[in-house]
Each structure stands twice: as C-alpha cells, then as structure tokens.
C-alpha cells in the first residue's frame, strides 16, 4: 500500500512539475484567455462635407444601454438622509424618466431571470448617459456606438449614400470612400472574475481606436439642394418616371451638383425604395438624342467638312441604309445653313453633315468626349455608357449616330460633352472628391485633372454661337432662354430603351446648355426620363435649366452678356443648288458615292 501510495503521488508530483515548471507558459496563456474578455470601441466615422465645409454626413456618439439583472436588487440610494435599498422599484422609479420608457416596460428587463446580460435601450444620447452613470446603479452598463446622421437629408442622399445600422456602407460616397471614411475599432482586454467582474487593474488596451478621415466633395451644397427641388418639382408636374440635373464647373469639370428624383432620406433607410439608393446620373446609362448632335457638329467642323454657315439642302425623306429617315415635324424641302440644321435640330440635316466623316474618326471624336467609358470618379455602379467600335457599326447604325441614338451616355458623360466646347474645346475629366483630410487634420487635395484638347478654340467657339440659335427666336428651345444672356444649348428628345420590356418604350427628354455663353462658368444638363405627358427636350428640360442657371447667375452676380458680333444665319441667304460645290445635299451625296 505504501508503494502504491508513493506511486500515485510520485505522478501527482511529476503532473504538478509539468504545468508549474515546463508548461507554465501555456497553462497561465490558457487560464488567461478564459478570464480575458475583449471590448471593442467603435470608431467614429469621418465626415463628408462640400466643397464650402457644409457638413453632409456626420458620426455622433451614442451608447447602448445594459443590465445585469442579477444584482439590480442591490441598488442603494440616500432617501430622507438614510442610505437605503430601493431595489428594482427604485431603478425603475430612476430609470423611466430618463429613457422615456414606463415601469410596465422596464421592469421585466430589469428582473428578466437566467441571463447576466440585457439590453435595455439603444441609440442613448451621451447627455442622458452620463445621468444613469451618476445614479451608481449596480449592474448598470453601456456599450459606445456611432450613429450615422445626413443634416442634409434627401437633398444629397444619392450623392452621399447612406450606412447601414451596423455601419456598413450601403451606398455612394459613403461606399466609395468606405476605407477613408471608416476609421480602425478600438480593443481593450480586462480579465473578468468567475462572477462575471472585471478583476480591477486587469484593464490593458491592445488597439487605440482610430477615427475615420474627413472628406470634402466638389458638391456645392446650395446648388445641390436647388438643383434637387427643381427637377423634383417637374419630374412631379410631367408624371415622369425620374429626372436628372447635373452641374459642371466649365474651367474645372468640378460637379456641382448631381440631383436625382425619386430620392430617399438616409436618416430613414428603412424607408427607402431600392430602385432609389443609386444616382441616376452616373448609373443610367440612355440614347441622348438630339443632344448628341453636338458631336456631330464638332467633328465636322474641326474635319473641315462645314462651316457654320454651308448650305444644306434638307429633304423631306431621306433615304438612307433602308430606311426613309425623316425629321419630326413633317415638311417640305428646306434650305438652311449648318447653323439652322442645329438650331431646328434636323436629323435629316445631321445625316447629311456627318456622313461626311468617316465613321472610324467620328468614333475617335465620341471617345475624345468621354462617350463609352466610366469617369475617373469611380462612383458606385457607374456605367460607362455603351458606344460600339465602328467596324461594328450596322448599316442603320452609320447614321442613327449621327443624331444620338444606336449609343447611350450618363447624364454626367453628356454634360462632360458640353463642358468641353464651353471650355474651348478642352475636355477636364469630371471629379466629385476635392480631397481628404490626413492624420495632422490638413487637406490633401485631390490632383486636379489634365485637360485634353478635343477640338480647336475655333471650333468651339463657332460651335457654340451655333447653339445660340437653339435659344433663338426659330430654335427649339423658347423656354431655355434667360432675359439679358446668350444661351447657348442644344435639346434632346430621343426614343428610350427599356431593359425589362427589350424594347424601346417612352422617352428621354433633355435640355444642357450654359450661359452666358460669351464666357460661361457653369454647364447644366437636365433630363426627364419617360414623362406621362409631352417628350420635346426644349418644353420638358428646358424651364428646369432656366430655373437653375438663373439660380446660379444671380448667385454670382454675373453680368449681362456682351452682344455677339457673330452673325450665322438659321435659313439659307439664298436659295441653294445641289450643283453647287459647298452645298451638302442629298443629291451630292449620291454623286459623291455616300
């Protein structure tokens, strides 16, 4: 017995020498990550603001309110000088004023039974938390959490985007810049007792928490809003399905504003419609319609096919590809000039001004203006439009081109397009970031981006007097005009597409433009996409681009505009002949094999 007895001890000795000698490490490592707990400290998430410091998302503090049931019945307070046990009466009777929440509500959560851990409340503003610390409530808690707010709210939401409850990004900037904006968690591990107590002094922080960065957008708040309400008010009025203004700074392709409705407000995601969380001006992709004709217009102008004033001979059918293209308002033979194909927006006049070009370097002067590619904005489900390489171009295709349909843009690629003649033939890339605030709290602004000529000043500058005539007193876009400014702009109404159907179904009803158009500072583009009633560009978009480029004239204090010593005319001088040499025709394009 003596020998067994030894035996045993000896392998109870040689256990005991094992764990507190040669497994020490590991045994007190072990024991530790029992007792260890870990607290994670939310970061706050940088804020958004516009380009004028207006703050459009913000993070503010709040805390989650818990409760460990087990030990509120030990809650003591002074009651008439006397320290006294009040219980879970007394916290209640503490409680419910503070979180505006009834005796009914509270006391189950404050009594709930087998649990260590309740949640009383959540989203608690810091004010009243500090007033429950203060009360020394046992069994009392409360976890730190951020909460997203948008001051702003539905004015910007499609350009701000939203996070969701647990901080996620759901959307727009917010997801763009997710890894700027979110800042790193803090950690802090303290050991706990077997009752569940944090072992005082045990406390140690792993990771300091880090906040996310600030971040400034080319957003001008007071346009944006502007902007907003006014195509929210005509998208309404017309019964459309959604509507689109976009503004462009013309010397820094800085966008101004990118308005969209429907909208949604990021304060009340859960609110929201889905089909409303993206920005329909950088994720709808449509046929521009008349407005592309600009394109047209400026490559045949810098190829050396037309000057503002060619004669064009416009039919009242125009054969071409098996089709007999025509304009939209039935008419006779008409005698214009290339300035009156633009300013009465004839599709037939196009086809004969663009045929002129080859279709390998018409492409080349789409791609120049951005068309078919996304912006080096990189906003979230951006499209980058659809332009098919020449060579596969069909047949009908060659000419449709021509007068914007067979491709399809963003509204941004489409204001991008006249940015670049009202800036001189010079295309800046479209932005939206300004820059980002880095750990010493300076902005660090976004490189700005390097101009590409398209087509020369002259070019631009004739193409623009050209787009005058839109607004004048035999243009397309009465409504457009603005007392005391050249307006120069282009209209659009172009057949849509609609993926669901695959067909084509309603319209696309556009209007961009700027002024004054001597020396223009902005460009808008505004579009109504399939409006219940009317489909003309100049009817449609038109009062909406009034409304806010007034808006930003006044806001400028800009002067009246200069007279233009330009004098293009909208019809012929004198009556044309398909034999003459600088008259385009249809007949002349026959002989000339087109």
Same mark, same amino acid.
């Given at each position: 017995?003596?020998?067994?007895?030894?035996?045993?001890?000896?392998?109870?000795?040689?256990?005991?020498?094992?764990?507190?000698?040669?497994?020490?490490?590991?045994?007190?490592?072990?024991?530790?990550?029992?007792?260890?707990?870990?607290?994670?400290?939310?970061?706050?998430?940088?804020?958004?603001?516009?380009?004028?410091?207006?703050?459009?998302?913000?993070?503010?503090?709040?805390?989650?309110?818990?409760?460990?049931?087990?030990?509120?019945?030990?809650?003591?307070?002074?009651?008439?000088?006397?320290?006294?046990?009040?219980?879970?009466?007394?916290?209640?009777?503490?409680?419910?004023?503070?979180?505006?929440?009834?005796?009914?509500?509270?006391?189950?959560?404050?009594?709930?039974?087998?649990?260590?851990?309740?949640?009383?409340?959540?989203?608690?503003?810091?004010?009243?938390?500090?007033?429950?610390?203060?009360?020394?409530?046992?069994?009392?808690?409360?976890?730190?959490?951020?909460?997203?707010?948008?001051?702003?709210?539905?004015?910007?939401?499609?350009?701000?985007?939203?996070?969701?409850?647990?901080?996620?990004?759901?959307?727009?900037?917010?997801?763009?810049?997710?890894?700027?904006?979110?800042?790193?968690?803090?950690?802090?591990?303290?050991?706990?007792?077997?009752?569940?107590?944090?072992?005082?002094?045990?406390?140690?922080?792993?990771?300091?928490?880090?906040?996310?960065?600030?971040?400034?957008?080319?957003?001008?708040?007071?346009?944006?809003?502007?902007?907003?309400?006014?195509?929210?008010?005509?998208?309404?009025?017309?019964?459309?399905?959604?509507?689109?203004?976009?503004?462009?700074?013309?010397?820094?392709?800085?966008?101004?504003?990118?308005?969209?409705?429907?909208?949604?407000?990021?304060?009340?995601?859960?609110?929201?419609?889905?089909?409303?969380?993206?920005?329909?001006?950088?994720?709808?992709?449509?046929?521009?319609?008349?407005? &592309?004709? $600009?394109?047209?217009?400026? %490559? #045949?102008?810098? =190829?050396? +096919?037309?000057?503002?004033? !060619?004669?064009?001979?416009?039919?009242?059918?125009?054969?071409?590809?098996?089709?007999?293209?025509?304009?939209?308002?039935?008419?006779?033979?008409?005698?214009?000039?290339?300035?009156?194909?633009?300013?009465?927006?004839?599709?037939?006049?196009?086809?004969?001004?663009?045929?002129?070009?080859?279709?390998?370097?018409?492409?080349?002067?789409?791609?120049?203006?951005?068309?078919?590619?996304?912006?080096?904005?990189?906003?979230?489900?951006?499209?980058?439009?659809?332009?098919?390489?020449?060579?596969?171009?069909?047949?009908?295709?060659?000419?449709?081109?021509?007068?914007?349909?067979?491709?399809?843009?963003?509204?941004?690629?489409?204001?991008?397009?006249?940015?670049?003649?009202?800036?001189?033939?010079?295309?800046?890339?479209?932005?939206?970031?300004?820059?980002?605030?880095?750990?010493? &709290?300076? $902005?660090?602004?976004?490189? %700005? #981006?390097?101009? =590409?000529? +398209?087509?020369?000043?002259? !070019?631009?500058?004739?193409?623009?007097?050209?787009?005058?005539?839109?607004?004048?007193?035999?243009?397309?876009?009465?409504?457009?005009?603005?007392?005391?400014?050249?307006?120069?702009?282009?209209?659009?109404?172009?057949?849509?597409?609609?993926?669901?159907?695959?067909?084509?179904?309603?319209?696309?009803?556009?209007?961009?433009?700027?002024?004054?158009?001597?020396?223009?500072?902005?460009?808008?583009?505004?579009?109504?996409?399939?409006?219940?009633?009317?489909?003309?560009?100049?009817?449609?978009?038109?009062?909406?681009?009034?409304?806010?480029?007034?808006?930003?004239?006044?806001?400028?204090?800009?002067?009246?505009?200069?007279?233009?010593?330009?004098?293009?005319?909208?019809?012929?001088?004198?009556?044309?002949?398909?034999?003459?040499?600088?008259?385009?025709?249809?007949?002349?394009?026959?002989?000339?094999?087109?």
């Amino acid at each position: 017995m003596f020998a067994v007895v030894l035996a045993v001890f000896t392998v109870f000795a040689a256990q005991l020498l094992r764990i507190q000698a040669f497994d020490a490490s590991a045994t007190q490592a072990a024991a530790l990550q029992k007792r260890a707990v870990t607290h994670t400290t939310p970061p706050m998430r940088g804020q958004i603001v516009d380009t004028n410091g207006v703050v459009l998302a913000d993070s503010v503090e709040r805390y989650t309110l818990t409760v460990d049931p087990t030990v509120v019945d030990e809650y003591k307070k002074r009651v008439d000088g006397r320290v006294t046990t009040v219980g879970v009466a007394g916290a209640v009777a503490d409680l419910g004023p503070l979180l505006g929440m009834s005796a009914a509500e509270l006391t189950p959560l404050l009594t709930k039974p087998k649990t260590r851990y309740v949640i009383v409340k959540k989203e608690i503003n810091p004010t009243v938390w500090a007033k429950i610390r203060a009360l020394g409530m046992p069994g009392i808690a409360a976890e730190r959490q951020a909460e997203r707010v948008y001051p702003n709210g539905m004015s910007a939401a499609q350009v701000v985007g939203f996070v969701r409850n647990d901080q996620t990004p759901g959307a727009g900037v917010e997801y763009m810049l997710n890894s700027t904006l979110a800042g790193t968690p803090g950690k802090t591990v303290a050991e706990t007792a077997r009752d569940g107590y944090t072992i005082p002094g045990s406390e140690r922080t792993v990771t300091e928490v880090q906040n996310g960065r600030d971040v400034r957008l080319t957003i001008d708040a007071d346009m944006q809003w502007y902007a907003q309400n006014a195509i929210a008010k005509q998208v309404t009025a017309v019964g459309a399905e959604s509507g689109t203004a976009v503004v462009i700074e013309v010397a820094t392709g800085k966008v101004r504003a990118a308005a969209s409705y429907p909208t949604f407000d990021p304060n009340d995601i859960a609110a929201a419609d889905k089909k409303t969380l993206g920005n329909f001006a950088f994720n709808d992709a449509f046929e521009p319609g008349s407005t &592309g004709k $600009l394109m047209t217009m400026a %490559a #045949a102008l810098q =190829e050396g +096919v037309i000057t503002p004033t !060619t004669g064009v001979i416009v039919p009242e059918r125009l054969p071409r590809a098996g089709i007999r293209f025509k304009d939209n308002e039935a008419h006779g033979v008409e005698n214009m000039t290339a300035t009156g194909v633009i300013g009465k927006s004839s599709n037939m006049g196009t086809i004969l001004i663009g045929e002129r070009v080859k279709p390998q370097v018409m492409e080349s002067y789409y791609r120049k203006f951005g068309v078919g590619q996304k912006t080096p904005i990189g906003f979230p489900g951006e499209s980058a439009g659809v332009l098919a390489k020449a060579s596969d171009w069909n047949a009908q295709q060659r000419y449709t081109l021509l007068f914007g349909q067979g491709y399809a843009v963003t509204a941004v690629q489409a204001a991008s397009v006249f940015q670049t003649i009202a800036n001189g033939g010079v295309r800046i890339a479209p932005s939206l970031v300004e820059g980002t605030v880095n750990d010493a &709290g300076t $902005l660090v602004p976004t490189p %700005a #981006a390097t101009g =590409e000529r +398209v087509v020369s000043q002259q !070019t631009a500058t004739e193409l623009s007097r050209m787009m005058e005539e839109v607004t004048g007193p035999d243009g397309t876009a009465r409504d457009a005009r603005i007392k005391g400014y050249r307006v120069a702009g282009k209209t659009g109404t172009a057949d849509r597409y609609d993926d669901k159907l695959k067909r084509y179904n309603g319209f696309t009803a556009s209007f961009i433009g700027y002024a004054p158009a001597e020396k223009p500072k902005y460009v808008v583009a505004v579009f109504i996409q399939k409006p219940a009633s009317g489909m003309f560009g100049g009817a449609l978009a038109g009062p909406v681009f009034n409304q806010v480029m007034t808006y930003l004239i006044e806001r400028d204090n800009t002067p009246p505009s200069t007279p233009s010593d330009l004098d293009y005319h909208v019809w012929a001088t004198k009556p044309l002949s398909d034999d003459d040499p600088t008259v385009l025709s249809d007949a002349r394009a026959k002989r000339d094999g087109l």
